[in-house]
């Protein structure tokens, strides 16, 4: 529903997301999953709410077909779709893998601008003539849309590169399937050439020239090869496109396809302009987008719009003011909206007194007067050698009684770790209790060297921790760079970061932790047990205790 200017409100159009991530994101370099990420993949598709899930391309290998068998069996909602070129053994295989699938839809293709043409149809028996070419090509298309039908009567067609293709031809073969019983016609820019109006006007023209009723859906299908088929996407739904097809994170070939989060939040945001709704809930986009990042492998970018790390964190001063003030001066959706329930006030070098006074009175610390110029400047000091200034940093500037508990509490006096082939990787560390003085060493093994390098640790000092997160980058370039690691431990609820830098990663991986430790001592309330435990007592670890 949208309330119009006059105060009516008026039903929005629903437009079907089409989702083929496992099939057209799959296609990134890199990016091919198993069929239990994909069937997991399509479970969250399903709870997210898109329309249609791509699950494969049958025909192209075991693994496709055995995915999108498994996803139609087991995944109840959207239409599971396969793709098929059009060719017969292809939609055979296509009809075939979809048999359990209460709701099927065969998506058979074949390309249609010249330039294909000539090098994909070369040889004679498609005809020597472009002309005879295209006769060629418009008859294997009827005959796929016709073999499909016998499978389900859910049959798009895609003429590949519509984008570049001739628009009497491609009006011309749209109406010949349509006539053997497509029901969607797709117009991909499969190379990502052409701009926003240009797409546009071949949707335009195909549904004047095609006259097609409602019961012929016209589908978009958009890479990202000019960073335009968000937009290109958009300037078809305006005129009329009734399905989008799209990837989560915009994974996909090449530059990928486009993003499925931004589609779905622009036509949201915006419904004054498109007036269409979705299916979608947009309170999965944040988990899906992180299922199919880790699934895939291809890290989100941290300003990607909509589920990038940084999508909704504010870290300028006078941003962190306003919005404080009101959401609405920096927000044109809120981070909750789209799963993310992350802290949008981020703490940096750019943050000024109201983000950080801000954030103190939401973790209930509070700041006396008199030492609120203080409690700044060491604030503006901290984040000037950190990129980001966490919350135990900042209970540790501003709780007075914190202050005296500054000296860390654990340091690392010896490391030697060990990795040989057929030997499981082990540790020996030696950590000094500053406050008693006292020095254990501590060896353990485990599944890899950091592993083996935090169980010693845990030994070391006497309790074990529970690794929440562990990130290692590079962030020099060659073979002496520099790797900076930042861990984060939990103790109950709580959760505290460490972050180092050293050519020897190994290095920065145990003072991370020993950082993100050190800070837990700090702000535990049972601080007098954990100095009972260290000093010493190891009952509950595996490994052997020495005391120096
Ligand atoms: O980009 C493309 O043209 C495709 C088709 C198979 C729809 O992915
Ligand atoms: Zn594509």
């Not at 479970?43 to 049958?58: C, N, T, Y």
């Not at 797409?199 to 299908?221: K, L």
């Not at 890479?223 to 009734?242: E, F, M, P, T």
């Not at 800070?519 to 535990?524: A, D, G, I, M, S």
Request: charged content about 25%.
């Amino acid at each position: 529903m949208q309330v119009q200017p006059n105060g009516e409100l008026k039903v929005l159009d629903r437009l079907i997301i089409f989702d083929t991530t496992l099939r057209d994101g799959e296609q990134a370099p890199g990016a091919s999953m198993t069929v239990t990420d994909k069937l997991h993949i399509a479970g969250q598709l399903a709870r997210l709410g898109v329309d249609v899930i791509e699950a494969g391309f049958p025909i192209s290998s075991p693994g496709q077909r055995e995915a999108v068998e498994v996803i139609s069996s087991d995944v109840s909602g959207p239409v599971i779709c396969a793709l098929a070129r059009a060719v017969p053994g292809d939609v055979e295989a296509a009809g075939n893998a979809l048999r359990d699938a209460p709701r099927s839809r065969i998506h058979t293709f074949i390309a249609t601008s010249d330039i294909h043409l000539a090098a994909k149809f070369d040889s004679p028996r498609y005809g020597r003539t472009l002309s005879e070419k295209r006769e060629s090509i418009l008859k294997m298309a009827v005959e796929a849309v016709r073999h499909a039908s016998a499978f389900t009567d859910d049959i798009e067609f895609s003429a590949e590169d519509a984008g570049r293709t001739d628009i009497g031809y491609l009006t011309e073969i749209f109406r010949a399937v349509v006539e053997a019983g497509a029901t969607t016609i797709n117009i991909p820019d499969t190379t990502g050439y052409t701009t926003p109006s240009e797409y546009a006007e071949i949707f335009r023209q195909v549904r004047r020239d095609c006259g097609f009723g409602s019961d012929i859906v016209m589908s978009t299908h958009c890479h990202d090869d000019l960073g335009l088929a968000v937009a290109n996407s958009l300037a078809a739904v305006s005129v009329g496109a009734r399905q989008v097809e799209c990837t989560i994170n915009g994974l996909g070939e090449r530059a990928g396809n486009a993003a499925l989060e931004e589609i779905v939040m622009a036509l949201r945001v915006r419904s004054d302009v498109f007036g269409v709704s979705t299916g979608i809930d947009a309170r999965y986009l944040t988990e899906t987008s992180k299922t199919v990042e880790l699934a895939s492998g291809h890290d989100v970018p941290a300003c990607k719009a909509i589920v990038g790390a940084n999508a909704f964190s504010h870290e300028a001063g006078i941003h962190q003011d306003g919005v404080l003030k009101e959401r609405a001066t920096y927000e044109i959706m809120r981070a909750e909206d789209v799963g993310n329930e992350g802290e949008t006030i981020r703490l940096g070098r750019h943050s000024g007194r109201h983000g950080l006074f801000g954030r103190l009175d939401r973790l209930g610390i509070t700041v006396a007067d008199g030492d609120r110029d203080r409690v700044y400047s060491e604030f503006v000091a901290l984040a000037d050698r950190k990129k980001e200034v966490y919350e135990e940093d900042l209970r540790l500037i501003a709780e007075p009684l914190r202050q005296t508990t500054h000296e860390p509490r654990y340091t690392l006096e010896q490391i030697h770790v060990a990795v040989d082939t057929g030997d499981e990787p082990s540790a020996v560390v030696t950590v000094k209790n500053s406050q008693s003085g006292l020095e254990t060493e501590y060896r353990a093994t485990g599944d890899g060297p950091i592993d083996a390098l935090y169980g010693a640790i845990d030994g070391a000092v006497g309790e074990g921790h529970d690794l929440l997160s562990y990130d290692i980058r590079s962030i020099t370039r060659g073979a002496d760079a520099l790797g900076e690691v930042e861990v984060s431990i939990g103790s109950g609820s709580k959760r505290y970061y460490g972050k180092a830098t050293n050519t020897d990663v190994i290095m920065a991986s145990a003072s991370a932790y020993l950082e993100a430790l050190n800070k837990l001592v700090v702000y535990r309330s049972d601080v007098e047990s954990v100095e009972f435990v260290a000093s010493g007592i190891m009952q509950s670890f595996t490994g052997e205790g020495i005391d120096a």
